[in-house]
Structures are given as C-alpha cells and as structure tokens.
C-alpha cells in the first residue's frame, strides 16, 4: 500500500485503504492485495475506478433472437451500445450482460447513441471471429429509415435518387464530433427517397416530409446524419 499512497495518495488517500481492506485491488490471477503485501519489480496491479451514480433511461431492449452462437436485439434510442464517458451501467453492452448473465457478450458493431436498430451482438468466444470476419470483409448489409423534410434545405440544389453520398470524414476525439474534409473518400451512403406524406404545418405553411431508406457500405461515426446533412437535410 505505501507504493499506491506514494504514486496516488493525493487524489484519495482514504479511497486507497478502502479498497485494500475490501479486496477491490487484486494482482496476478485475481489474488486481492493487502495493506502489507510486497510488490516486486514489475509487478502488475489491478483495480475497478469507482462508478458514478447513474440515472436509468426510461427505455428498454428487446431481444430479437437468442441462440448458442448470437444474440440480436431492438436497440433503443438514446442508449449507448458501448460503456463511454458518463454511460457505463447505461450502455446496451452493460445492461444485456447483466441482465442475461452473459459475462463474454460482445456486440459486433455499433449504433450511435440517438440511433435506434437492431444490434448483432457474440454470445460465444470461439464462433465470433467467423463474424467479424463478415463485417470486416463488408458482407453484411446494413438498412436504416429516417424521416426528414421532403426537400433540401434553401441553398442545396435539388437531389435525383436514389443518390450515392461519398467524402472524407474525421471525427474530433476531444468533442466527439464528425466532419467532412479533403481527402481520399472513407465513407459511403446510399439513399433513396420510399414515400413522401404531410408533416403538419412549419413556419405558418404545410410542411411535406419523406421517408428515406440509408444504405451505408462503411461505418464511421455519425455517418448517416452527416451525410443528410451534407446534401441539405436536417440531421
């Protein structure tokens, strides 16, 4: 303990006692460590950070199908698929692990948080690779339906679909945040315009909206609203 008070006894002194005399600081195979255990060179040690409070979304996951091999589900808006800064216990990953007892579920790609979808997730170590394999080589086809205005916005010329979205994005680590730039394209979408209906009214006058299908052949994040938006559509 007097190395962990050396290196991390300003953050939280008392913390670090406290998880000595829990067992919540483990080294080799698991083994909790005491105040008075000896640590060797290039010993490793292992601890859990401890977890903020978190308020339940009211939103729940329904399962699509369960076998030996795949578990798919009704992912919900607002729900992250993976744990991330404040989302840990509120991810799909957390809550689907927990609540089936499925310590090795592993989703096999991801939705954005505002995203609703289904999700493909590995119940089983030995038969995921066979998966990512499909993923990585692109042979499983992704659909999506948004809703947005029935035209672009003022200013973006008119779209003849259906139509091939394709550019350079990055996204900032810092913020999150997706962007087009120059660049040798990395992202591809395919839209196409299924049926156009009356949205009610906007700014004093009929609004008409439409139904889009998104086909995307790569998965960066936030790819799908910004590639609406680049063609004049609210994202």
């Given at each position: 303990?007097?190395?962990?008070?050396?290196?991390?006894?300003?953050?939280?002194?008392?913390?670090?006692?406290?998880?000595?005399?829990?067992?919540?600081?483990?080294?080799?195979?698991?083994?909790?460590?005491?105040?008075?255990?000896?640590?060797?060179?290039?010993?490793?040690?292992?601890?859990?950070?401890?977890?903020?409070?978190?308020?339940?979304m009211p939103v729940e996951?329904?399962?699509?199908?369960?076998?030996?091999?795949?578990?798919?589900?009704?992912k919900p808006h607002f729900?992250?698929?993976?744990?991330?800064g404040t989302y840990i216990?509120?991810?799909?990953?957390?809550?689907?692990?927990?609540?089936?007892?499925?310590?090795?579920?592993?989703?096999?790609?991801?939705?954005?948080?505002?995203?609703?979808?289904?999700?493909?997730?590995?119940?089983?170590?030995?038969?995921?690779?066979?998966?990512?394999?499909?993923?990585?080589?692109?042979?499983?086809?992704?659909?999506?339906?948004?809703?947005?205005?029935?035209?672009?916005?003022?200013?973006?010329?008119?779209?003849?679909?259906?139509?091939?979205?394709?550019?350079?994005?990055?996204?900032?680590?810092?913020?999150?945040?997706?962007?087009?730039?120059?660049?040798?394209?990395?992202?591809?979408?395919?839209?196409?315009?299924?049926?156009?209906?009356?949205?009610?009214?906007?700014?004093?006058?009929?609004?008409?909206?439409?139904?889009?299908?998104?086909?995307?052949?790569?998965?960066?994040?936030?790819?799908?609203?910004?590639?609406?938006?680049?063609?004049?559509?609210?994202?």
């Open positions: 303990m007097d190395y962990m008070m050396h290196r991390w006894g300003h953050i939280d002194p008392q913390g670090i006692e406290d998880r000595f005399d829990a067992g919540e600081i483990v080294g080799e195979g698991g083994a909790p460590l005491d105040r008075r255990t000896p640590l060797e060179e290039h010993t490793f040690i292992w601890y859990y950070r401890t977890l903020p409070p978190e308020t339940r996951i329904n399962i699509l199908h369960q076998d030996e091999h795949l578990l798919v589900v009704d729900l992250p698929t993976t744990p991330g216990q509120e991810s799909a990953l957390v809550r689907l692990r927990n609540h089936l007892d499925l310590p090795d579920l592993i989703p096999m790609h991801r939705l954005d948080r505002m995203t609703a979808g289904v999700l493909l997730l590995s119940t089983n170590p030995e038969t995921r690779g066979k998966y990512q394999v499909l993923f990585e080589k692109r042979q499983v086809q992704k659909e999506y339906e948004c809703i947005s205005a029935a035209a672009p916005a003022a200013g973006f010329p008119a779209v003849e679909f259906p139509a091939v979205v394709r550019n350079r994005m990055t996204k900032s680590r810092s913020y999150l945040l997706a962007e087009v730039i120059d660049g040798e394209p990395n992202a591809e979408t395919r839209i196409e315009l299924l049926r156009t209906f009356d949205g009610g009214t906007h700014d004093g006058g009929a609004a008409r909206r439409a139904l889009y299908r998104l086909e995307p052949h790569t998965g960066k994040t936030h790819q799908l609203r910004v590639h609406m938006a680049s063609l004049g559509w609210e994202s």
